[in-house]
């Protein structure tokens, strides 16, 4: 495994090894690992589906900026081309593409408020057209970023009173 203090999420909560929380990250390394293979299955997966690599970097930037996550953002801004950069801003609504709309809606529903998610809204997004395999890579992606964003905050939480 690459240097853990390399990784996507302890850059984002900002650790260095020469922090104090650095041994107990580098204790549970194994976590570390588990979280950056799953940050690679969730944004470039093989085959991607009917999200392209880029549209699911820009869903996974705009749910970091939904979190006010910057760190996060950024690195996920990065990996997004510029025909899907539109995604990625939160006041962004799919515009008139009904497919993308219902995406949008949906990522933003379970970002804000999990709670209110429901079989309904798995519905319109197969009543927009999204198959079901397209569906579960979503909420995949989905439940990793959001995982994502509650450790790095958890962890910044954490180096702030060590």
Do not use: W
């Not at 996507?8 to 204790?27: E, N």
């Not at 588990?34 to 820009?58: C, D, I, N």
């Not at 979190?67 to 997004?80: F, K, R, T």
Request: net charge negative; aromatic share 4%; with cysteine.
């Amino acid at each position: 495994m690459e240097d853990i203090f390399d990784t996507v999420l302890v850059r984002a909560a900002g650790i260095s090894a020469g922090h104090p929380l650095a041994g107990v990250l580098s204790g549970r390394s194994n976590i570390i690992e588990l979280t950056e293979k799953s940050h690679a299955a969730a944004l470039k997966p093989e085959p991607s589906g009917g999200l392209t690599h880029s549209q699911r970097a820009a869903l996974a930037c705009r749910m970091a900026r939904l979190n006010q996550e910057v760190e996060l953002a950024y690195h996920y801004e990065s990996m997004v081309e510029t025909v899907d950069v539109s995604i990625a801003d939160p006041r962004f609504d799919g515009a008139d593409n009904p497919r993308l709309k219902t995406i949008i809606r949906h990522t933003d529903l379970v970002t804000r408020s999990p709670k209110d998610a429901g079989e309904d809204d798995i519905r319109a997004l197969e009543s927009a057209g999204i198959p079901v395999e397209d569906i579960v890579r979503l909420s995949e992606l989905i439940a990793f970023v959001n995982y994502q964003v509650r450790v790095a905050a958890g962890l910044r939480l954490m180096a702030a009173v060590s």
